[in-house]
């Protein structure tokens, strides 16, 4: 379990993506909490420190685009320089550059792949 020093918060309104990416994240020893909406994203990052954020961007309320890019506007230094990581059914390029243009610093495509998100997680927070 090299990652267990993490904690994620997942941000997606679908149960079934919720239950894969949270068991994906346990089996390499992530924690995380699961949010609905990216209203309910910012409130728990006001309220609890996590080491990055896996969301979707299409969901009820204020979707994931939004949500980054309000994260990104905070004051609070810790928490906008955040990684946060999109996971959408979409690949195309066009689509990958709207969510960096937005703030995420990567995409996820799902379904979520674990050796997808070991390499990324290997990139941001193992030190080499």
Same mark, same amino acid.
């Given at each position: %379990?090299?990652?267990?020093?993490?904690?994620?918060?997942?941000?997606?309104?679908?149960?079934?993506?919720? =239950?894969?990416?949270?068991?994906?994240?346990?089996?390499? $020893?992530?924690?995380?909490?699961?949010?609905?909406? $990216?209203?309910?994203?910012?409130?728990?990052?006001?309220?609890?420190?996590?080491?990055?954020? #896996? %969301?979707? #961007?299409? %969901?009820?309320?204020?979707?994931?685009?939004?949500?980054?890019?309000?994260?990104?506007?905070?004051?609070?230094?810790?928490?906008?320089? #955040?990684?946060?990581?999109?996971?959408?059914?979409?690949?195309?390029?066009?689509?990958?550059?709207?969510?960096?243009?937005? $703030?995420?610093?990567?995409? =996820?495509?799902?379904?979520?792949?674990?050796?997808?998100?070991?390499?990324?997680?290997?990139?941001?927070?193992?030190?080499?």
């Amino acid at each position: %379990m090299k990652f267990n020093h993490l904690k994620a918060l997942v941000v997606d309104d679908d149960e079934a993506v919720q =239950l894969i990416v949270n068991n994906r994240l346990n089996s390499i $020893g992530v924690k995380s909490t699961i949010v609905s909406t $990216g209203t309910e994203a910012i409130k728990k990052l006001s309220s609890e420190p996590f080491d990055f954020i #896996i %969301m979707d #961007i299409s %969901m009820p309320e204020q979707d994931g685009i939004d949500a980054a890019r309000w994260i990104r506007d905070l004051d609070d230094d810790k928490r906008k320089d #955040i990684p946060i990581f999109a996971l959408t059914s979409y690949s195309t390029k066009e689509h990958t550059q709207e969510i960096i243009d937005a $703030g995420f610093n990567a995409h =996820l495509v799902k379904p979520l792949q674990l050796e997808n998100l070991v390499a990324l997680l290997e990139k941001y927070f193992l030190k080499k």
